[in-house]
T-cell receptor, first 110, second 118 residues
Framework: SQQGEEDPQALSIQEGENATMNCSYK?????LQWYRQNSGRGLVHLIL?????REKHSGRLRVTLDTSKKSSSLLITASRAADTASYFC??????????FGTGTRLLVSP | GAGVSQSPRYKVTKRGQDVALRCDPI?????LYWYRQALGQGPEFLTY????????KSGLPNDRFSAERPEGSISTLTIQRTEQRDSAMYRC????????????????FGPGTRLLVL
């Protein structure tokens, strides 16, 4: 499989805590993207970080990128029950198709 | 419509039957993508179109799978002689444009079609 790997595979936290998910990818990238998938719904684009960027913020989300290690992390601060979902990283290698990771299942308990 | 739509949302079929899955992208979006997602995995690329031209079909598993987008809008993914291993969620996505690259970076996904082959 060409898919990247994410860890942990599953994460369970309490509301208000921070959640960190890591992604390792395999190829050179133009950018790396994070998507969220709620149960029964489609994939929703969260944030994009370009290969020349090291950190990016969007609301309660913070993404870092280390191209030397081919890794990225997604931090969700002050988590809410509504953040419960699966989170996927996706590599954009410039060939107009995304290569998704295996995903992290996040459970946020009230 | 406001977003990408797919139909049917659920499809149950018997092994050996043909199925056609439809994707209606966001109006005006140039590029359209098909992915397949197995349970517990991330989506895997199948094929994509710019306008009506199929640009890359390297992800199609075998020749039972085909896709078309004849008028550069709606697309159909067809699976012939379905097999149980074809059971999965089939997802469609579209992007605004091809150039500049920023117009194609964010893919907007539909709700998917869950296919079950018995």
């Amino acid at each position: 499989s060409q898919q990247g790997e994410e860890d942990p595979q599953a994460l369970s936290i309490q509301e208000g805590e921070n959640a960190t998910m890591n992604c390792s990818y395999k190829t050179s990238i133009n950018n790396l993207q994070w998507y969220r998938q709620n149960s029964g719904r489609g994939l929703v684009h969260l944030i994009l970080i370009r290969s020349n960027e090291r950190e990016k913020h969007s609301g309660r989300l913070r993404v870092t990128l280390d191209t030397s290690k081919k890794s990225s992390s997604l931090l969700i601060t002050a988590s809410r029950a509504a953040d419960t979902a699966s989170y996927f990283c996706a590599e954009d290698t410039g060939f107009q198709k995304l290569v998704f990771g295996t995903g992290t299942r996040l459970l946020v308990s009230p | 419509g406001a977003g990408v739509s797919q139909s049917p949302r659920y499809k149950v079929t018997k092994r050996g039957q043909d199925v056609a899955l439809r994707c209606d992208p966001i109006s005006g979006h140039v590029s359209l993508y098909w992915y397949r997602q197995a349970l517990g995995q991330g989506p895997e690329f199948l094929t994509y179109f710019n306008y009506e031209a199929q640009q890359d079909k390297s992800g199609l598993p075998n020749d039972r799978f085909s896709a078309e987008r004849p008028e550069g809008s709606i697309s159909t993914l067809t699976i012939q002689r379905t097999e149980q291993r074809d059971s999965a969620m089939y997802r469609c996505a579209s992007t605004q444009g091809v150039n500049p690259p920023v117009k194609r970076e964010t893919q907007y996904f539909g709700p998917g079609t869950r296919l079950l082959v018995l």
